[in-house]
Every structure is written in C-alpha cells, then in structure tokens.
C-alpha cells in the first residue's frame, strides 16, 4: 500500500483554514464505521490528512460484521473500474494475509456450475492461479481458485485500532444531515451504506436482505458455492473456528428477524452441497441488509450537496464491500486530491 503523502495537497495550508479564516478541526471527516468507511479513513490518514470517523454504530452493529466476507466481486457488474477496485483490494488483502494481519487469509475456493460452462469471469484476471475443473453431477464444471478471507469480527477491530494509533479520531453520533458538519472539515466522505438514501436522496440505494447461519467448523478448509443452486444461491465459507453457511438476496425486504423456514432451507442445500456440515453445530443465524445500489458503488465527487464543502461518496457496494473496499478507498483519497488543493473546493 502507498504509505505516502498526498504530494500535491498541501493540506495544512489549503485544508485546515476554511471560510473566513477558521481554522477547521479536520481535514476530511468520514461518516461510517464499517468495513468501507475505516478503511477509507486509514487511507487518507497515511496520505497525510487529518481525519475524523463520525459513525452511529459500533463496529459489531455495522452490517459489514455480519458479512461471510470471502473475496468476490458478486453482483456489481464487469466494468474497468469494478476491476481496478476489486483487483487493489485483492493485492491489499493477500499481503495482509502474507503479514498475519490477524482476520484475514487466503483460502481454496470451488464454484460450481450446473449449467454449461461459462467462460472464465472477468474477475479472473485479478485472481493468480484461476483454473476451470470438471465436475461430477449434477454440475457441468467447476472453477477453483484461492482468495482472501476476511474474518470481519477480528478484522475490523482490528482496523479500527490501526485507524486510532495512526491519529484517527472516531465519534459516535447518529447524524441527522452531513451539513452538519460543515465546521468540522472541508471534505466529508459519505461511507454510509444504506443511510444515504436519507443522508444524501439516493433512492438508488435498496437493502438486499441476507440470511446465513453460523455452525461449528467440523474441519472445513476449502469455501464452496453453488449460485446455481434450484433453491437458491448456496455458500459454505469455513472460518478458523465457525462455518457461514447462506445465502439469500431478496431485494427491498427489511426485516432483520431470521425466517425459520429460510434457516432451514439453507441447512437443506449447505448440507447436501458439503456432506461433512452433518457434524457440525448450529450456532447462530443472522439475517442484515446489504447496501445495493441500482448503478453499482458510487465513488465519486459531489461539489453540490452541502454549499462550500466537498463530499465524495463511496457507498454502494452491495454484497461487495470487502471486495471492494481498498481499492474505493484508495479511488476517494485520489479523487479528494485532484479536487484539491481544497482551497478552491
């Protein structure tokens, strides 16, 4: 990761000194405290900048700490730029991982496929050592591959205290407007998930429900989907000492209370799909909203929202947040820069 400053924001000078002289508390404050919004802030403050994260949430009330949180790039398109972020964030990770950043590893992945073979995703490219197998039936083939694992409720504490030791400030306070923090700092970033649609109008923005169970891990070590599945999408992600078996994606449902009926299904297909689940032990099920975006993750920047501050919003990204999340972060530090030096924004 480039540990490096911000070379041509001289963010003292131009950030820190807004409307008529004040001399402002941040540089950029970073409204969010899930898996996007601290990333973000780790970002910019090893740019340089000094940031504040504003969340309503602890980290292990955030949606990203009910995520299963395996690398893949589901449901946000095969656009350039969706690349860019997903193969960043891909590299972030598996350095993380090579470093013993405690949540995070690498591990062996079988998709398979009940319908012919497509060709290889566009996403392989980001992905060393993508091969195509065949497959017993009912399945046509079968892709394996190895990406990173992001155990969230290890890892985001974890990078909420890298974020406190490099400076970061975090508050905990529900916002009622991003005006209001207009005499907090020149630049806000928006990592607020679902709550832009009431923080900044965003009606694009719709909660994807998800339901997963949590189980013992009977000795699991490879992550198995089946997205085609006549019952619906079918994952089985081991973790060190639990399994997240799920999933479902039923669009505008906002009910966060587990379905019986739901829970027993996915055990249904997980079970058939991975055999060795029969020795496992229900522990939990959790059901949250993911942050789906009609036009994919919006990561751009927006002069007219809040009059004489900059706002660049990086929200959106559905099932996609892990996935996505070094690369959006490192795309809003680059778009802050070019929109600065924040004199003029």
């Known amino acids: 990761m480039d540990n490096g400053l911000l070379d ?62 395996v690398w893949y790039p589901v449901g946000i398109g095969g656009s350039e730029r969706a690349l860019t972020f997903a193969q960043e964030s891909f590299d972030v990770f598996a350095d993380q991982a090579e470093r013993g950043v405690p949540g995070v590893r690498m591990i062996g992945t079988r998709m398979l496929h009940r319908r012919p073979l497509p060709a290889d995703p566009w996403w392989s490219t980001a992905v060393p ?22 155990e969230v409720p290890t890892y985001l504490p974890w990078l909420h205290a890298q974020a406190l030791e490099l400076g970061v400030e975090v508050r905990n306070t529900k916002l009622a407007s991003l005006a209001e923090l207009t005499d907090h700092a020149r630049v806000v970033v928006n990592a607020t998930g679902l709550a832009s649609r009431t923080l900044c109008g965003d009606t694009t923005v719709q909660p994807v429900r998800g339901q997963v169970i949590r189980a013992s891990n009977p000795g699991l070590a490879v992550s198995v989907r089946d997205e085609h599945n006549p019952g619906g ?27 019986p009926g739901t829970a027993k299904a996915l055990w249904a297909r997980a079970t058939e799909l ?72």
Request: hydrophobic share 35%.
């Open 8 to 69: 041509d924001v001289d963010w003292a000078s131009s950030c820190r000194r807004g409307e008529r002289g004040k001399v402002e508390e941040f540089d950029v404050v970073v409204v969010g405290g899930g898996i996007v919004g601290m990333t973000c802030a780790v970002e910019l403050r090893r740019r340089g900048a000094r940031v504040c994260v504003v969340t309503a949430d602890e980290p292990a009330r955030t949606t990203s700490w009910l995520a299963a949180a």
């Open 129 to 150: 050592g993508f091969a195509t197998e065949d497959a017993d039936d009912p399945f046509t083939g079968t892709w394996r591959f190895s990406v990173p694992m992001v």
């Open 233 to 259: 999408h079918t994952y089985v992600h081991p973790r060190r000492h639990d399994v997240i078996i799920g999933g479902t994606f039923e669009p505008g449902k906002t009910d966060t209370t587990p379905d």
């Open 274 to 345: 991975v055999p060795e689940l029969r020795r496992a032990r229900v522990l939990e099920h959790h059901a949250g909203l993911r942050p789906a975006r009609v036009d994919g993750p919006r990561v751009e920047l927006d002069r007219h929202l809040i009059p004489g501050r900059t706002v660049v919003h990086n929200y959106g990204h559905g099932g996609a947040g892990i996935t996505l999340s070094w690369g959006s972060a490192r795309a809003t530090a680059d778009l802050i820069a070019q929109a600065s030096s924040c004199a003029t924004v």
